[in-house]
């Protein structure tokens, strides 16, 4: 058995933000990350850029701008927080303590009033998780463990051994763990348990995100009984690269916000057709009008077309885009290159309030895992990387204002039980095939009654395959993975069910 002040589950911006600000002060932090390489994630992959404050700019018209995207579905408290502290916490924790670098002008991104994104070129994703992994590497209180898996919440009403406790409020104490290489699951106790753990692009077939975005703090979090809410509002990036058979590569919308054109299969403009912003409309209005496109040329991809700018502009500003787009055959200074829509961004998720706190006392979420209302039925550019930081740093500052009253019990709590038949992975891989396949055809960018009530039946029964598979089959990320992929799709699937009207990145064409 390990124990800490603080147990992370994820260190992208989220978790690496918050386990600094509590190392800092003396806490012992535990961060996990499922990955070999602890950059690996979807912070590390954000190109576009960070919301910052423009010239002229106030946190009314920032938050204007948030209301505007989320379709009238935003938290206005959420939105406040986020308004008014994230371009202070850019320029203190990034800037000024990290001293991370980013270009001297900001850029405009899709349904923002002025350019106010901060970027490193198109790599700021890394830039910034580079300098937290090096600030998190160099703190003595941060045990970052690579390759564990977190597999379920440790709860009192389900893990303790003591009997009264199932009387006590619902509350969590840690996680079990699966330490791959060591291929044995650990119990890890925590005074304070967050999920940092990101999206869940992964069970859609088309997505911009890494492989480790499966849903796994969300499905954690059901299964201990928190809140789970808005998972209908999954969002759709615009442009990614269209590579048949390979991983999407994302097109940021910085393309758009510096003049890339949308061309439709005659290789014609088409957004003025669809939304007096044009290629700066609203994502979903985007992202819609191409997948309409596409259909009604019944086309597999349209066209992005960034050949007005100049080469060498072009592959300054955007280095990692143009040498990306080379190494797959596309010159982006001098073609249109092929883009389809792919899953993005997870609206909802665990619900929380604006310290990170769940509905299960002693756990958290933070970042895309969390759904603070931030962003309503759909996500303005570049304020998720900012949401992470703006809640690691509410939630730090909570927990740290009532540190020493804080509850250390960890009860007694069964070992975990493990299997030594190996899983198959024909069975696995095809799993996940159909998961991907059902969620993209008929929970995708445009859903209705008929697809919503195929889907909901055939991961129904996916669902109990899987689970009946998971209680008899040795323990592997893989099998982890696919039994939180399963439950997030049917939570997102159930969501969309139930929600008939159409608002933001849901759509309904019923
Ligand atoms: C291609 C791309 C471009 C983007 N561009 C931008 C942008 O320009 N601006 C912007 O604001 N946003 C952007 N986003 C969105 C943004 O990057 C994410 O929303 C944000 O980084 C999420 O941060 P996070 O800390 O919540 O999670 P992540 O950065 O995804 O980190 C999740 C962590 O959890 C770990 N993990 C997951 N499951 C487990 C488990 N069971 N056990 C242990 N560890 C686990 C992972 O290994 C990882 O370390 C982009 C996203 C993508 C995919």
Known sequence: MKSCDLLVIGCGIAGSSLALQLAKKGLHVIVLTSSKNPL?????????GIAFSGQGDTPELFA????????????????????????????????????????????REAAHCMPRILHAKDTTGRAIAESMMAAMTAEPNIEILTQHTAIDL??????????????????????????????????????????ATG????????????????????????????????????????????LPGKRRFLLSEALRGEGAQLLNSRLQPFMQSYHEKKELAPRDVVARAIFGEMLTSSSEHLWLDMTAKKPDWLKDRFPLLTSACRAHGFDL????????????????????????????????????????????????????????????????????????????????????????????????????????????????LVRGKDRLQRALKMLRELQWEIDSFYEKAAISSELIGLRNGILTASLITQGAWRNKNSLGCHYRID
């Open 40 to 48: 690996e994630s979807n912070s590390s992959w954000a190109q576009g």
């Open 64 to 107: 204007k701008d948030i209301f505007e995207a989320g379709a009238g579905l935003c938290n206005p408290a959420a939105v406040e927080l986020l308004a008014s502290r994230g371009p202070r916490l850019v320029q203190e924790f990034l800037i000024d303590t990290l001293g991370i670098t980013f270009e001297p002008t900001l850029t």
């Open 333 to 444: 200074a001098h073609e249109p290159v092929p883009i389809v829509p792919a899953a993005h961004y997870s609206c909802g998720g665990v619900a929380v309030d604006l310290q990170g706190r769940t509905t299960i006392a002693r756990l958290r979420a933070i970042g895309e895992v969390s759904c603070t209302g931030l962003h309503g039925a759909n996500r303005l550019a570049s304020t998720s990387l900012l949401e992470g930081l703006v809640w690691a740093s509410a939630a730090a500052e909570e927990l740290l204002s009532g540190w020493s009253q804080r509850s250390d019990y960890f009860p007694p709590v069964r070992e975990w039980q493990m299997s030594d038949e190996k899983a198959d992975s024909a069975l696995l891989q095809q799993d996940w095939i159909s998961i991907k396949q059902t969620m993209w055809n008929y929970v995708g």
């Open 154 to 195: 440790i709860t009192l009403s389900h893990h303790s051994e003591q009997n009264s406790d199932i009387y006590l409020p619902s509350t969590c104490v840690g996680a079990y763990v699966f330490a791959e290489e060591a291929k044995l699951v650990k119990k890890i106790f925590a005074k304070e348990t967050v999920l």
């Open 199 to 242: 999206g869940l692009g992964e069970v859609y077939l088309h997505t911009s995100n890494p492989s480790e975005a499966r849903g796994d703090g969300i499905a954690m979090a059901y299964r201990a009984g928190a809140r789970i809410m808005n998972m209908e509002y999954v969002q759709f990036h615009p442009t990614t690269l269209y």
